[in-house]
């Protein structure tokens, strides 16, 4: 069941909320569990001292259409979707499944020019993906064994232009695209590859394209059928094998 509109005011446009706002959206977004964070952890999040300046900013994001409060119930938050679209109720049956648009292949190993490909949608729980700006990515190299992203998976990435340290991102550098980890460092930019066969590579002037958000795999069974696995980073789910 989703919210009914007249619920909410029209949102301001995303791009006119402060930095902070979007700062809190992008947590909301990415928020694993079924009901919302404290307000302790959206402070630690976002960087902010005390309830009270998280209180400010989300009466603000309230005031502005993107967020709403239920009375009484500090953790029962609604959150606008990325695109506008009002949100599930928190607490509802219904899982959202995004289509996620398979765009092509991604090195791990050497940077090399991410391969396009034309092929059908994967529908995804949100639950594993989370919201955004979201596509497929298959993986080609053994970079990021370690990480556990073997050669011939699929990453599932959320189109952002930063991301943390420590981070797995997809990045492009030189006109060239690879999967690596994020590592800022002493003042240094590094792509890290997750296996000690590859070396660091300096990324001072990489461009960041995604975050890597879920890790999917097709594991062949002793009887031939084939199952498809999603792992993220918080969470693990057996999928069906017919996708």
Same mark, same amino acid.
């Given at each position: 069941?989703?919210?009914?509109?007249?619920?909410?005011?029209?949102?301001?446009?995303?791009?006119?909320?402060?930095?902070?706002?979007?700062? =809190?959206?992008?947590?909301?977004?990415? *928020?694993?569990?079924?009901?919302?964070?404290?307000?302790?952890?959206?402070?630690?999040?976002? /960087?902010?001292?005390?309830?009270?300046?998280?209180? *400010?900013?989300?009466?603000?994001?309230?005031?502005?259409?993107? #967020?709403?409060?239920?009375?009484?119930?500090?953790?029962?938050?609604?959150?606008?979707?990325?695109?506008?679209?009002?949100?599930?109720?928190? /607490?509802?049956?219904?899982?959202?499944?995004?289509?996620?648009?398979?765009?092509?292949? #991604?090195?791990?190993?050497?940077?090399?020019?991410?391969?396009?490909?034309?092929?059908?949608?994967?529908?995804?729980?949100?639950?594993?993906?989370?919201?955004?700006?979201? *596509?497929?990515?298959?993986?080609?190299?053994? &970079?990021?064994?370690?990480?556990?992203?073997?050669? /011939?998976?699929?990453?599932?990435?959320?189109?952002?232009?930063?991301?943390?340290?420590?981070?797995?991102?997809?990045?492009?550098?030189?006109?060239?695209?690879?999967?690596?980890?994020?590592?800022?460092?002493?003042?240094?930019?590094?792509?890290?590859?997750?296996?000690?066969?590859?070396?660091?590579?300096?990324?001072?002037?990489? =461009? =960041?394209?995604?975050?890597?958000?879920?890790?999917?795999?097709?594991?062949?069974?002793?009887? /031939?059928? &084939?199952?498809?696995?999603?792992? &993220?980073?918080?969470?693990?789910?057996?999928?069906?094998?017919?996708?």
């Amino acid at each position: 069941m989703t919210s009914s509109t007249a619920d909410w005011p029209d949102p301001v446009p995303y791009p006119e909320l402060s930095e902070r706002q979007r700062e =809190i959206l992008q947590f909301l977004w990415n *928020y694993p569990r079924r009901y919302g964070p404290s307000m302790r952890e959206i402070g630690k999040a976002v /960087g902010l001292q005390g309830p009270s300046p998280v209180h *400010y900013q989300l009466t603000e994001l309230e005031s502005k259409g993107w #967020v709403r409060r239920a009375p009484g119930r500090p953790r029962a938050l609604e959150v606008r979707r990325p695109d506008g679209r009002l949100p599930v109720r928190l /607490g509802s049956q219904r899982t959202d499944y995004p289509r996620l648009p398979k765009r092509g292949l #991604v090195p791990a190993g050497q940077p090399k020019e991410a391969m396009e490909v034309n092929d059908e949608d994967w529908p995804l729980p949100v639950e594993l993906v989370g919201n955004g700006d979201l *596509y497929l990515l298959q993986v080609r190299g053994d &970079s990021m064994i370690d990480a556990a992203i073997l050669d /011939g998976d699929w990453v599932a990435v959320r189109k952002q232009p930063n991301a943390e340290n420590g981070e797995i991102v997809v990045a492009m550098i030189d006109n060239e695209v690879t999967v690596k980890t994020l590592c800022r460092a002493k003042g240094r930019i590094l792509l890290l590859p997750q296996n000690p066969v590859y070396q660091p590579i300096p990324a001072e002037k990489a =461009i =960041i394209l995604g975050k890597v958000v879920a890790v999917l795999r097709r594991l062949l069974q002793v009887m /031939g059928a &084939s199952d498809l696995s999603l792992v &993220s980073s918080s969470t693990a789910s057996w999928l069906p094998g017919s996708w």
